[in-house]
Nanobody, 114 residues
Framework: QVQLVESGGGLVQAGGSLRLSCAAS????????MGWYRQGPGKGRELVAT???????DYADSVQGRFTISRDNSKKMVYLQMTNLKPEDTSVYYC????????WGQGTQVTVSS
């Protein structure tokens, strides 16, 4: 069984930074692509960034150059470093282990004030 627990969300002013963490349990972590998704008020869930087991990364155009995804397989952790945050980044951020079916964390709220 896989469990994902996000942390690190909060309230920050525009231009600020936050680092989200996702702690995973389960033996399949090291072999799977991990992702961060977000869901803003009244919006659908959207992909923010992914990282493969080998460390290859991909980002949504809206966060390219501002966010960095990373992982530590030995600790079963995934991180999302967010810089130059904008009010439109305000969302609940979810960690995802991409499998069939996917596993989701409970989410962590990020609020960016203008």
């Amino acid at each position: 069984q896989v469990q994902l627990v996000e942390s690190g969300g909060g309230l920050v002013q525009a231009g600020g930074s936050l680092r989200l963490s996702c702690a995973a349990s389960g033996s399949i972590f090291s072999f799977n692509t991990m992702g961060w998704y977000r869901q803003g008020p009244g919006k659908g869930r959207e992909l923010v960034a992914t990282i493969t087991s080998g460390g290859f990364t991909d980002y949504a155009d809206s966060v390219q150059g501002r966010f960095t995804i990373s992982r530590d397989n030995s600790k079963k952790m995934v991180y999302l470093q967010m810089t130059n945050l904008k009010p439109e980044d305000t969302s609940v951020y979810y960690c995802c282990l991409e499998s069939i079916p996917p596993y989701w964390g409970q989410g962590t709220q990020v609020t960016v004030s203008s």
